[in-house]
């Protein structure tokens, strides 16, 4: 952590980041696996992670934003690299340049695209059409699809390379939309005229791959589950997923307070009995929330859980420790394993009342990422 002295971090284990690539793609085998990196890989840093799933056997890497493209192309990555929505016009010639694969969804954006390959003057670029089958966020309707399709295919500088959906609930493993979804997808590929080289469909994410088989096709994303986070508690025990990441920090003051005692801003904790309290240097800008300990949040020090006293502040939190001391530099460990105990995102985001992957995405730049090979 050269140039860092606050003593937080976070650490990512890439080893477990490959076993949940290599477990994921045989669970989807035959269909190729694309490593969602997006969000600077959710929180876990986009480059060494992209590298690593590629080590594990993906073939594609997703992306949200043309500028995480550029980012990885700029790292020296040259796989496959999907941009999961169509890019706005004035990026189209960048997408060309970096050799970026767009999923594109209206004509305008089409044209912006072709535009951009003549500009160039290279050969075709290949494009995969989204259809919204009942996500409603992107994409174009099925009925729709064909009519883009034949668009895309009158363009000679572009090549219509694959066809994807969405699934919406597919973290809901019995919920009848999942089908409906599905139904309406394999419908439209039906109806499709043959091609001489068969289009890449797919239409999984990370809950799709461990719980609807018939959504496989040739190509799964893979986005939460490669962190080792279960894309919802419903299919928690499909696979054996291995957690990345680790949130950790030193304590950095302890004192005694006695019995009555108010912490942090609000007043909203009172020491129950006198008592040990310790100082831990991270806060809401680093992406722990403010209300973690008005929630019940804990903290592990001393291979124990310890609860966070009162809000979360800025830049620190106050943990109480009880009968127990711990002096300036003992470790802190706010997501991870110590001892025998475990804090995991999940825990925070079922306190927090959201989803996991909120809480690895809002950890901010200045919690530095330490990576295990």
Same mark, same amino acid.
């Given at each position: ?46 480059? &060494? ?27 020296? =990555? ?6 999961? /929505?169509?890019? &706005? ?10 050799? =970026?694969?767009?999923?594109? $969804? ?106 609807? &088989? ?9 986005? =939460?589950?490669?962190?080792? =986070? ?15 990441? /680790?949130?950790?920090?030193?304590? /950095? ?10 912490? /942090? ?7 129950? #009995? ?9 806060? $809401? ?39 127990? #001391? ?30 996991? $992957? ?16």
């Amino acid at each position: 952590m050269t140039g860092y002295f606050r003593p937080v971090w976070a650490e990512v284990d890439l080893d477990a980041i490959r076993h949940n690539v290599r477990a994921l793609a045989k669970l989807a085998a035959p269909a190729q696996l694309l490593a969602v990196v997006k969000a600077d890989a959710y929180g876990h840093g986009a480059v &060494p992670v992209a590298r690593a799933t590629l080590e594990a056997g993906a073939t594609w890497l997703g992306v949200a934003l043309v500028e995480e493209g550029v980012q990885l192309r700029e790292a020296g =990555i040259d796989a496959r690299i999907l941009l999961l /929505s169509e890019p &706005p016009t004035a990026a189209a010639a960048t997408v060309v340049a970096r050799g =970026i694969t767009p999923v594109v $969804y209206t004509t305008n954006g089409i044209d912006a695209l072709a535009k951009a390959v003549a500009d160039a003057g290279v050969g075709p670029l290949a494009v995969h059409i989204k259809v919204d089958t009942g996500m409603h966020r992107v994409g174009c309707s099925p009925d729709d699809a064909i009519a883009l399709v034949e668009v895309v295919d009158a363009r000679p500088e572009l090549e219509l390379e694959g066809i994807c959906t969405h699934l919406a609930v597919a973290d809901e493993p019995e919920n009848a939309y999942n089908t409906e979804q599905l139904d309406q997808f394999d419908a439209l590929l039906a109806a499709l005229p043959e091609r001489d080289v068969p289009l890449i469909v797919h239409a999984a994410n990370s809950a799709g791959v461990l719980a609807h &088989p018939r959504a496989h096709h040739h190509l799964v994303r893979c986005g =939460i589950a490669i962190y080792g =986070i279960p894309p919802s508690p419903a299919v928690v025990d499909r696979l054996d997923l291995q957690p990345a990441l /680790s949130l950790k920090a030193r304590v /950095s003051h302890a004192k005694q307070l006695p019995a009555g005692a108010s912490v /942090s801003y609000g007043r909203h904790y009172t020491m129950p #009995t006198k008592a040990n309290a310790v100082t831990v240097p991270v806060g $809401y800008a680093d992406g722990v929330p403010r209300s973690l300990g008005l929630v019940g949040g804990e903290v592990l020090i001393g291979g124990a859980r310890r609860p966070i006293a009162g809000a979360v502040t800025m830049d620190q939190l106050v943990v109480d420790v009880g009968a127990d #001391t711990f002096e300036a530099d003992t470790e802190v460990v706010l997501i991870g394993c110590q001892g025998g105990e475990e804090i995991t995102a999940g825990e925070w985001a079922e306190r927090l009342g959201v989803i996991p $992957y909120e809480v690895t995405t809002r950890l901010g730049p200045r919690v530095p990422r330490m990576y295990l090979p």
